[in-house]
Every structure is written in C-alpha cells, then in structure tokens.
C-alpha cells in the first residue's frame, strides 16, 4: 500500500551551529552539527588552528555563543598576537567573559602508558572552563598531544570515545583539530576521524610553484553537504571558502540595456548597447585597443554613477590611467569619488582559485555594477585552458546572478581565432567583439566586428576602428573597388568623392546657369514679339475702324443722296 505524502511524518532535521566562517555555512548547509563535534585536519600550515580560532570568535561575536580555546601547543598570548592582524582581539573577549582560552602543558616524559590512563584531569578542567562563561562552542587544538605518548590503540580509541561523549554530553558544539596521518590517513592515530559526526579536511599544496589551500568536507552524518574541494583564502578578514558547486543556471536576466561607452558600437548594437548583466568578450591582437574599449566600458559606467571594479593582470593602475588622457577619459575622478576600485596584481601571485576567490570577496564587499578582467589570458600561466574555462563558468554565473555586467579581455597570438579564447571563453559569454589588424596601402589601421550578441540585431559589417584624442570611434563602411578600406586609402578615396561630387555639383550648377540664361533670352524674346504683336494688332484695329468708319461715311452719304433724289422728284409731281 502507497504511502500518501500527506501521511509521511516530518523527520526532524539536524540542528547546525552556524560557523560565521564565510563560504563554509553555504557549502555544509546551515553550519556544523550542533552539540556534536567536529573533527578538522590537514598538514602543517594549512590553516587548522585559525580555522578553529575564527569559528570560536565568529560565534562570540556574531552568534553570542561565548566559546573555551583549550590549546595544547601556543599559550593565550601566542594565539592573541597571531590573529591580531585579522582584527581578532581576543583579549577583549576575554575580558568579556565572551572566550576563554586555557593552555593545556602535556609533557610526553611523564605519561605512563598503564591501563588506568585517562581524560579525567582534562574533563574536570575543561568543564569548569565551559560552566564559568556558559560556553557554548569548544574547540580542543590539537588532540594529538593527549596520545603523543601512547602506543596502545585499545587505550586510545577508548579515551577518544569517552572524550567524544563526554563533549556530546555537554551539549557544545566542537572543533577537534588534527594532524594529518600516514598512508592515506587523515589523523595520526587514524581513529578520529570514525568517531568524529563530521570531518572537515584542510589541504595546502603547491602545483608549479603557486600555492593554494582547499577545504573538503569527507563526512557529515545526518545532513547533506558539498562533496567537492573548496577553495579557501586566508586574508586580513580571515578565512573565505569559495561554494563552487552551488553555482545554477537559474540566474535572472533583464532587458535593460547598458551603453560599451563607444556611440558607434552601440549604433552597431541596435543603437542601445549590451544588455545588463552581460558578459562581454573582446578579443585580438596586440596594440588593437582591448585595454582601450574596456576602460571606455568602465569609464561610461563610472560617469552613470555605477560602482565598477577593474582587474588589471598585466598594467598598473597608474599606467592605465595615463594612457586613457590621452583618449580624453579621465580615470582619476571615478577613484576618487569611490565609483572606481583598480585590483592590479600578476596572476602569479595566486592559483586559479585563489584568484577567484579574491574577485568573489570584492564583488561582494564592493558590490559594482561592472566588473573587468583585462586581460584573462594572462591566468593561462598558472593553469590550464580546461581550469580558466572551470574557473570563468563559476565567475560569469554568479556575476549574471548578481545581475553585473563583465568584460574580458583576450589576446589572441595570430588572425585567427586561437585556442585560448575559443574554448576558454568564447561560448560563455553573451557578446563577442574581434578587433584585428588590417594592412593595406603600405600601413596598419584596426578593424572591429561583431562575432555574436545574443538576443538582440547587430551589424554585421567589419568597420575601422580609430583611436585618437578625441575617444574611440568605429569609422562608417567605406567601400572600394576592392573592398572595405580604411587609414588613408579611405580618405584619399573620400577626398576624391568629395571632388567628384564638386566637380558634378559645379556642372550641374553651370548647366542651370545655361538654362536660366536661355530661358530669359527667350522670354525677352517672347517679350519683344508679343509687343509687337500688341503694335500690329492695335496698327490693323485702327485700319480697321478707319474702315468701318469709311464704310459708315458712304452709306450715310449713300442714303444722303437717296433721300436728296427723292425729295426732288416729290416736289415735281404737283406741277403736273
């Protein structure tokens, strides 16, 4: 019979000690098991004792959990000045009554390996020491010196049970530390880490001479947890773990559009530019202008109000800056109100990781809306395509998450597209400009284009790029008998347009000055016959009324003479 989800009974879920250790809560979901203890190992150097010592002050002065060191090897003043660098004073929680730190002298000589070998002493100590502040973290550095002087593993697997219960009883939560062990052990004795509810493993090593410490947790009964390893920096803030698998593709995306700081490119890009939150790859050949375009992005980002962080690999800041005046763009402003944060380090300094992990805690303390890494192929150095494509993945990821627009740089090392940028970067990112050399005419100018853009119309034309001190400028296609062409031949061919088009503008002005001359030569002469015409016809009006008038004049005469004949016949008839 199916069991139906609402008869399932809700299974408690394990109750965890925040660490306040940055990285590591969101890698172990929710902290440590809390009220059992923990086991950390790892070599010499690697960073147990500041790890324990960072989850005890976190959980004084983040958690209000007061906490009991117990340290078998530093005394309190060592522990004190050690970690004063990191902003840790312990002396003030001391005094607080918020840490209690107790150096614990075990002399070898004096251990007798007997039977009757027990942790009494310790857990009398140790438990006035929890009840005088009511601790609730311990943390016991480093168990090795309780059984340095014993050989009989009955004895100490006994012991560590006891001790183990003895903290569970207690109801703290612990850090038990250890050295690392032999033939594949975690622990010297190799026990510790089987009675332990949680092991957390901490690694230095050193591959091509650059060092990285990475952090992996083996064990967590009861709880689900990142199985990876981790890696984790040690700076003046303590301790930062880098969750590289915590990393999805469910990143939010926006419609806004953001201006690259060049018009004409984003004419190029539908007029609006790159989407917010993008990631931005430009790529090509020494001295085509990446660092230029990429300052420009910066520096138009800078002049909307925007916070942007700039990861120079191969420039100094100073450098940067004296180079972009001579573009017009004035860097120093934006550092100055806070708006610019210049990183410029040699990717040698750190590995992969760490280097990722030093963007991750300025982004996050910084918070930008642009972010540039100029130029990425100076990382191959210290890793390999494969690692720089790993490490790339997880940055644009949280970055697209964080919704922060980031442009790289790339260098290729011929005109084609090289492995470095192709499988390293190429597919990642939302955009992709190429900028290359083109040679013609006995001189070199620069040529852009746009390799992709996603979501959005671009051009799809090679156009001259020209750096000069008025900024950067994409050149409209100008073409020629035999293609696009740029520097001087393009302005020797636009000179010769501009004079054809005199050369026609002035012809044709010439032809309408013919014309309009004609044209009033012919109304003058049109002028001239219709005043004669008006003389003829006013000439033949009066030969006409003369005419008329003749004509009116004989009939009146003609009548005159008729009616004279009459009456001079009338005048005869009476005689008769």
Same mark, same amino acid.
């Given at each position: ?10 299974? @408690? ?19 440590? @098991? ?18 324990? =010592? ?38 003030? =929680? ?50 090795? #010196? ?96 880098? @969750? ?29 530019? %790159? ?56 860097? !120093? ?8 944060? %210049?990183? *410029? +380090?040699?990717?040698? !300094? ?18 930008? +809306? ?15 395509? +494969? ?7 997880? =940055? ?21 597209? #090289? ?33 992709? !853009? ?44 501009? *004079? ?18 004609? +044209? ?57």
């Amino acid at each position: 019979m199916a069991i139906s989800p609402s008869s399932k009974k809700e299974l @408690p879920l394990l109750q965890k000690t925040p660490t306040g250790i940055d990285g590591l809560d969101e890698i172990t979901n929710g902290g440590i @098991p809390k009220g059992r203890p923990t086991l950390i190992c790892g070599d010499a150097g690697c960073g147990k004792t500041l790890f324990s =010592l960072e989850f005890i002050v976190r959980g004084a002065t983040q958690f209000n959990e007061p906490g009991v060191f117990v340290a078998f090897e530093e005394k309190a003043d060592e522990l004190a000045a050690n970690v004063t660098s990191l902003g840790f004073d312990l002396k003030r =929680l001391v005094a607080t009554k918020k840490l209690r730190i107790d150096h614990v002298h075990i002399d070898r000589s004096e251990i007798q390996e007997t039977g009757e070998y027990d942790l009494d002493g310790l857990f009398i100590r140790l438990g006035y020491a929890i009840d005088s502040i009511k601790a609730k973290r311990v943390v016991l550095d480093t168990i090795e #010196n309780l059984f340095s002087g014993l050989s009989n593993e009955s004895i100490i697997r006994s012991e560590l049970r006891r001790l183990f219960q003895w903290l569970k009883e207690k109801g703290v939560t612990a850090i038990i530390t250890g050295e690392k062990g032999v033939n594949g052990l975690l622990t010297r004795q190799g026990m510790e880490e089987y009675v332990s509810d949680c092991v957390i493993v901490l690694d230095h090593r050193v591959t091509n001479q650059i060092s990285t410490r990475r952090l992996r947790v083996v064990k967590y009964r009861g709880s689900v947890h990142g199985t990876n390893e981790y890696p984790f920096l040690i700076d003046a803030d303590g301790i930062s773990v880098l @969750p590289v698998t915590s990393l999805t593709l469910e990143s939010r995306v926006s419609s806004q559009r953001v201006s690259s700081g060049i018009p004409s490119l984003d004419e190029m890009l539908g007029g609006k530019g %790159f989407f917010k939150g993008s990631s931005v790859l430009v790529s090509g050949t020494a001295g085509t202008g990446k660092t230029s375009i990429a300052t420009s992005f910066a520096n138009e980002a800078c002049n909307r109000g925007e916070r942007c962080i700039y990861f120079a690999f191969e420039e100094s800041p100073d450098q940067i800056m004296r180079n972009m005046k001579s573009l017009g763009m004035n860097l !120093s402003k934006h550092i100055k109100s806070g708006l610019l944060n %210049f990183q *410029a +380090s040699r990717p040698t !300094s750190h590995g992969l990781e760490m280097h990722l992990l030093v963007i991750f805690k300025m982004i996050r303390q910084f918070k930008p +809306s642009t972010v540039i890494l100029d130029p990425i192929t100076n990382l191959v150095t210290v890793g390999t395509v +494969s690692e720089l494509k790993s490490m790339l993945v997880r =940055l644009i990821d949280f970055l697209q998450k964080e919704q922060v627009n980031v442009l790289f740089t790339a260098l290729t090392l011929n005109y084609t597209v #090289n492995e470095q940028t192709d499988e390293g970067v190429s597919s990642l990112v939302d955009a992709w400009l190429m900028v290359k050399d083109i040679e013609l005419n006995g001189e070199r100018n620069r040529g852009m284009y746009i390799m992709k !853009s996603r979501g959005m119309n671009h051009s799809n034309q090679v156009r001259e790029f020209v750096i000069s001190s008025k900024g950067l400028e994409l050149v409209e296609v100008f073409l020629g008998p035999d293609g696009v062409l740029t520097g001087s031949a393009r302005e020797e061919r636009m000179l010769m347009e501009k *004079a054809e088009t005199a050369l026609k503008s002035f012809s044709q002005g010439r032809k309408d000055r013919e014309i309009d001359r004609k +044209s009033l030569q012919l109304e003058s002469q049109i002028e001239s016959l219709r005043s004669e015409f008006e003389s003829v016809k006013d000439e033949l009006n009066k030969i006409y009324l003369e005419d008329e008038l003749r004509k009116e004049v004989m009939k009146k005469n003609r009548e005159q003479m008729t009616l004279t004949r009459r009456n001079k016949g009338g005048s005869g008839n009476p005689k008769k």
